[in-house]
């Protein structure tokens, strides 16, 4: 869409101008090869072969998604994928677009990691049966990244809901019924503990000594 493609200008611009006055220089790989990355917002090919909706996020305003995952998602002492989609809501803006994107970012987030982890060691046996995952979840997650930033475009709540309702909100169903009948992946993260003051204590004389 237009807005995508404005927004890619600009980062890439942003990426130009930053390198121009060597606040992008990142260091010197064991090749002798200098990279101009340490502020770069977008990784667009990263972006157009991502296979999972987690991968896309990563690559897509890459400096917010590391403050976003520095302030909030480390951080968080239960639902942390939860809790991130909905901060970053609240930092875009009052929009119901926004929110509209973002908590279906969440139920597409949790769904793609499940769906990932029942099946994806079913195709690792062979490289023919990896490209075929490779390319089914590469069609799933572009599909899935439309359907869900539709809102953050359209901001209002009656287009919004006439759109979904004219797809049957197919995708919300679908990751309603993953999260329901698939086995859920172990995440001690979920509903982490702060850390016992007596050991914080512990640790910080450690230090000293």
Not at 17 to 34: H, K, L, P, T, Y
Request: proline share 5%; aromatic share 16%; with cysteine.
């Amino acid at each position: 869409s237009a807005v995508v493609s404005d927004f890619i200008v600009f980062e890439i611009t942003a990426d130009v101008i930053n390198n121009a006055a060597g606040f992008g220089f990142s260091g010197v790989d064991e090749r002798g090869c200098f990279h101009w990355d340490l502020l770069s917002n977008i990784n667009i090919w990263n972006i157009e072969t991502a296979t999972s909706f987690k991968m896309y996020v990563g690559n897509w305003n890459i400096q917010t998604t590391a403050w976003l995952k520095r302030v909030c998602y480390d951080r968080a002492p239960w639902y942390p994928t939860a809790l991130t989609f909905l901060l970053s809501a609240v930092w875009h803006g009052l929009y119901p677009g926004y929110y509209f994107t973002f908590i279906t970012g969440i139920f597409m987030t949790l769904a793609a990691r499940m769906i990932r982890y029942n099946f994806r060691h079913f195709f690792t046996s062979s490289k023919p049966l990896k490209m075929s995952y490779d390319v089914a979840t590469w069609l799933v997650t572009q599909l899935s990244v439309c359907y869900t930033v539709a809102p953050f475009v359209l901001l209002a709540v009656e287009p919004t809901v006439k759109l979904y309702r004219s797809l049957y909100f197919h995708m919300h169903i679908l990751c309603f019924f993953v999260l329901l009948v698939l086995p859920k992946k172990p995440e001690g993260h979920s509903k982490r503990k702060p850390p016992d003051r007596d050991t914080q204590n512990s640790d910080i004389n450690k230090k000293q000594k």
